[in-house]
């Protein structure tokens, strides 16, 4: 396919009303078990995170969520952070719940044989829940740490029926616009088993607590080699996909810019997307960033990864979906593949540039943001205080 110099009407229509939500941790330092390093400028607090996630929609016009982690983004006051959030043009979007990190959590959270530890964890999201009442989220975002490291440990079987009954308790406390997200992970930390591995699991989990409960796919937690978007296809198929959280890996969970490492993987996972007009709003999936800047620099991750996104969703946009089928109802196997390949390799990069001019936007908002001087400024503003990271 050639080059197009303008994306066709209903193209621009769904890139334009197709937004992304931006994680706060992405702004804060983080590394691996060996060593996290700090750069100049990185948030103190989650005003600042905030702030700096606002650069990245300023830039795109297309992150205008951001999404808390809690209790790591914890302030006394959440309607100053709601408020502060809509001065600088965004909104908070999921809050997740974080039981990964307390010493009370070491053999398990929802899924702990000690119910006062179960009451704990089901404590702590019932006060995420408050936190979106608070901020205007309306949705809770559960991935568990729990599992077991060697076999025996601990009864796999007792462990998912706790589960099940922590997961209702939790779901009872959501008001009635409020929906619930499971995310699943196929190991780490726990090395032998985790209690939520996969799709499977996690869609078992929602579909018996009810419609407000989906499931969440991280790209990230798979073994190598799963086909991603046929547990999207089969998600949708189910009415059950309520999240994203994209990011790219080469070997386990590593959390890199979304479409940096695969590409074509991130083409096939939005193929499936469109064809079932799931890339809508009115579709309910909330496509979250979930990554950790190490080594570039944060803002600049999360633009590069925003267009990434935009990029690819347009080239599975102008797939021509009737020549698809027809070559398909012919068996033509190489014909079929190539209308897919055709889109995959055209540069969509000039019309995007277009349509951003069209609505205000810079052509080009990673360069613009690159030479906007923002980095510079915090840099010098943000002296004193601890940066935020993992844990804070
Ligand atoms: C776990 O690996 C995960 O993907 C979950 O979404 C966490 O909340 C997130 O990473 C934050 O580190
Ligand atoms: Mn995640």
Known sequence: ????????????????????????????????????????????????????????????????????HYPWDKVEDFDALRAFAAEQGVSIGMINSNTFQDDEYKFGSLTHGDAAVRKRAIDHHLECIDVMRATGSKELKIWLADGTNYAGQDSIRARQDRLAESLAE???????????????????????????????????????????AMVVLDTGHHAPGTNIEFIVAQLLRQDRLGAFDFNSRNYADDDLIVGAADPFQLFRILFEIVQQDAHRPASGVNFMLDQCHNLESKIQGQIRSVLNVQETLAKALLVDREALAD??????????????????????????????EEDGLPADPFETFRNSGYEERIAEERVGGDQMGWGA
């Open 327 to 356: 070559a398909q109802r012919r068996c033509d196997v190489l014909e079929a593949h190539g209308i897919l390949m055709d889109a995959f390799w055209t540069d969509v990069r000039p019309a995007l540039a277009a349509l951003r």
């Open 170 to 212: 939790i779901y009872a406390g959501l008001d009635g616009d409020h929906r619930m997200v499971l995310e699943y992970k196929f190991f780490e930390p726990a090395f032998y088993h985790t209690d939520v591995p996969d799709w499977g699991t996690s869609l078992l989990h929602v579909q018996a607590l009810g419609e407000k």
């Open 1 to 68: 396919m050639a080059t197009p110099a303008a994306l066709p009407d209903h193209v621009a229509r769904d890139l334009r009303e197709f937004t992304i939500e931006v994680p706060s941790w992405g702004y804060g330092n983080s590394g691996t078990r060996f060593k996290v390093f700090t750069t100049p400028g990185t948030p103190r607090d989650p005003f600042e995170k905030i702030a700096d996630a606002a650069q990245t929609h300023a830039h795109t016009g297309a992150a205008p969520r951001v999404s808390l």
